[in-house]
């Protein structure tokens, strides 16, 4: 009898062994199957993007909030995604980079955009705003994605005092826009 019971063990013990070798085998097949049935991910479509959602998450210059979200995020606002591929693509941001193109660069979903800087001439105060924005977001597909642009003012001009106190901000002042966007 005792005999009986070690080779019933010796034969769960083998059993179980065999049956985890099989179930690792047929794993190991389902990943390699997955990562050659995924699609790599071949870049934004080009043309028009739309903003859904656009909207000023963190402001040190929080009296002139609602001016920026009308001038860059009102209705039919967005960008331009121009020439993609998998390694990268041109924007255009409606109503911030004037004619500019900026370069961006895709790391997966992810992109990665060259610092956009410009000024913004005020005749009316005599001053200028030197601003600098910094661009990056993620795709979910090729036709919807998130971003965030994180923009510094400054202000040049003999007048920059005046303005700081009509306007109840300092300079240089940090504006994190968060925007959803698709295509249109």
Request: with cysteine; proline share 3%; aromatic share 10%.
């Amino acid at each position: 009898m005792r005999n009986l019971t070690i080779f019933g063990l010796l034969l769960v013990a083998l059993t179980g062994c065999t049956d985890k070798d099989a179930i690792s085998a047929a794993e190991a097949d389902a990943d390699t199957d997955a990562d050659t049935d995924a699609d790599p991910f071949d870049g934004p479509t080009s043309g028009q993007w739309i903003y859904s959602d656009f909207g000023i998450t963190d402001s040190s210059c929080e009296s002139v909030n609602s001016l920026i979200e009308d001038e860059l995020g009102g209705e039919d606002m967005g960008f331009k995604v121009i020439d993609p591929d998998t390694a990268g693509f041109d924007m255009l941001i409606d109503g911030l980079s004037k004619d500019e193109t900026i370069d961006c660069t895709l790391s997966g979903y992810a992109y990665t955009c060259a610092t956009l800087t410009g000024e913004i001439p005020y005749d009316d105060y005599q001053i200028t705003l030197p601003a600098t924005v910094d661009v990056s977001g993620d795709f979910q597909d090729d036709s919807n994605s998130t971003g965030t642009y994180s923009a510094t003012f400054d202000c040049k001009g003999s007048n920059c005092a005046t303005v700081e106190l009509l306007l109840g901000i300092s300079f240089p002042c940090d504006f994190t826009f968060e925007n959803t966007a698709a295509h249109e």
